[in-house]
């Protein structure tokens, strides 16, 4: 049972939307880049973890707190006898394995273990079970999810899936015999309630509404190329058309998430989505799908 299903981080929303509003520097596209491959190779392991049937809760992105320590782990499985911390890696290329270190092969950079960061979370996470009373075995992996990753002169450790060895990983958790009970559930509940839900880890550029250039993207292909009429939103580039209500409030959230403590008013929305000519069809838009606040010149919306 997935008590936790996967979501887009916060992050990497608004990191998608500066993507297409801006232009990000180098050093910002990277690290969005490593946020897609991120998020891609965890969606890649939640499809085999769909297949496991036997009796286990999953809990995905969890960010916990332990003694002022502060540690993330990808997925979480808690099963009858065993919890197993879950490190996702989406690793593309050579790499070799020398001396407790990961190094690309062609260029030698070195790269942050993940073994060390296993090895954190796996000591954090016991000490705050066993702080809670659990004392469940904790056997944590670093599974490297890329089919074109390849590590040369991998250690012979258990706590390494390489990604021939994925399937085989969870035909093992599936064949391992497990029934929950209520102790389980409550553990999983506790991870869950103590949870931060606003990870610290969060790097974003700076940025203001000024700098962002305005529009409706095209949903399918994130084109500024699209024009408006009375209902639909088209675009241009690839011909998509989307229903003009659900373009206007995807583009509602939008500013939510960029900037959380403006106010959603009809002006707002209508300088956003620029290409709605009519502030009567936002008007309409807002009234009829979000809660109004106030009257005339100072209403808004939530």
Known sequence: MNLKPRSISNELVIMRSL????????????????????????????QL???????????????????????????????????????????????????????????????TNPLDQLKRSKTLLASLLKNNGIYLPIEGYVTFVNPEFTLYQAPVIASIILPTQLNRFIKKLNDTPSKLNPQHRELADLLMEIHLSKSPFTRLPSYDYSQLQKGITCIACLSFETICN?????????????????????????????FP??????????????????????????????????????????
């Open 261 to 302: 403590n403006n106010k959603i008013t009809t002006n707002y929305v209508h300088d956003w989505c620029k290409i709605v000519k009519s502030q009567k069809t936002i008007r309409r838009i807002l009234l009829q799908n979000l809660e109004s606040i106030g009257a005339k010149k100072h209403r808004y919306f939530v």
């Open 49 to 111: 973890t769909e297949k496991i049937q036997s009796d286990i809760y999953i809990i995905n992105d969890l960010c916990l707190e332990y003694n002022r320590s502060i540690f993330q782990i990808d997925t979480l499985i808690i099963s009858q006898k065993t919890i197993f911390p879950i490190e996702i890696k989406n690793y593309e290329g050579d790499y070799h394995y020398s001396s407790d270190e990961f190094r690309t092969l062609l260029s030698n950079h070195e790269i």
């Open 19 to 46: 993507n297409n509003r801006m232009e990000l520097s180098e050093k910002d596209k990277r690290h969005y880049s490593n946020l897609e491959k991120g998020y891609q190779g965890e969606l890649i392991f939640d």
């Open 230 to 258: 009375e209902k639909k939103i088209v675009c241009n580039s690839c011909g998509y058309a989307e229903d003009i209500d659900f373009g206007v409030l995807r583009n509602v959230e939008e500013l939510k998430c960029l």
